[in-house]
């Protein structure tokens, strides 16, 4: 698969968290070429919660023209999405997806490294809230 | 309308008063800023307080440095500070209020009372849609809407800004009290089910507090 890949951005409130799940999904998805994957964890002096300049910097570093596919996982790291969102403050092209953080993230990678497009790679991402465990 | 209210002339909205309204609003999240995480650790993440603190202390900061010529920019600029700045649901939230109301009041150098309570209520309405939320959730919207339906009650009525602006206060105050017994639906608090019941919102507290800055950058005594 050549050409451009959609961007994956993980937020959420613990920089740990986004680290590792975004390390997790790339270690699923790998096997080809992976999509550019983006954590976004925390506030930028390392705290608990949610930084909008982390966020934009991650989007931006992903988005490769293919668009940019952002997965929250609480309260205002999907507000603060949200928000910028409506303020049009991320680039063209990028889209909050509705889904389960970690099921979510690791869809959505492989998804994007397949090579879908924006709209597959979030649709699988919001899939992934029907995968039943027991 | 009340003789405080009727011997108090109503000043202009310039950027004066939205500059007055955010000093005002920043020192007493300041004074506040316990009492929030005080609230907001009954049914929250004890961090509102603080976050509320660091938001508007950044906001009021950026705001010095930068010169705006308008109410509209004034608004819009906080807000976008509040985003970048506060770190918890508050900031998308309240940014979200400020920067809508903000843009709804264009670039007229001075606004009426009634171009402000139009402002505030898209303000309020985005937040609404931004939270999916409604009146009752035991937010930040039940002491804001109720704030600026007394305004335009009071405009209404015929009565002038610092009357309105009082009238919303008081509104704002009864509306965060109301909260007490309410079910949370929104937010962390919502996890708690029964047991959000007895506690005051914290951010419908928070959100009493700016709209009682609104009334004191227009002169009414302070509460």
Known sequence: MTGQRVGVVLVSHSADVATSVAEMARALAAGGATAAVAAAGGTEDGRIGTSAELIKRAVRGVDDGAGVVVIADLGSAVLTVKALLEDKELPDGTRQADAPFLEGAVAAVVTASAGGDAAAVAAAAEEAYAYRKT | ?223
Request: glycine residues 12%.
């Open chain 2, 1 to 223: 309308m009340n003789a405080s209210a009727s011997s108090t002339p109503d000043p202009v909205i310039d950027t004066e008063f939205v500059r007055r309204w955010l000093s005002l609003a920043t020192s007493a999240i300041e004074h506040k800023s316990g009492w929030l995480t005080e609230l907001d650790s009954a049914i929250g993440d004890a961090d509102h307080g603080i976050n509320m603190h660091r938001g508007f202390t950044a906001a009021s900061a950026a705001v010095e440095k930068e010169p705006s010529d308008t109410p509209g920019e004034i608004l819009t600029h906080v807000g976008r500070q509040l985003i970048s700045s506060v770190g918890g649901a508050a900031g998308p939230l309240y940014g979200t209020l400020l920067r809508r109301a903000g843009k709804a009041l264009g670039d007229q150098p001075t606004v009426s009372a009634e171009e402000l309570r139009v402002a505030l209520r898209s303000g309020i309405d985005a937040v609404a849609q931004l939270g999916r939320s409604e009146r009752g959730d035991k937010t930040m919207l039940d002491s804001l809407y109720p704030a600026v339906e007394a305004m335009g009650l009071a405009l209404g009525s015929g009565s002038g800004l610092v009357a309105a602006l009082t009238a919303a206060r008081t509104a704002a105050d009864e509306g965060a009290a109301a909260t007490v017994p309410m079910l949370a639906r929104k937010g962390r608090a919502s996890y708690l089910g029964e047991r959000s019941i007895g506690h005051q919102d914290p951010g419908a507290t928070s959100a009493a507090l700016l709209i009682a800055a609104f009334a004191e950058a227009a002169g009414a005594d302070t509460a």
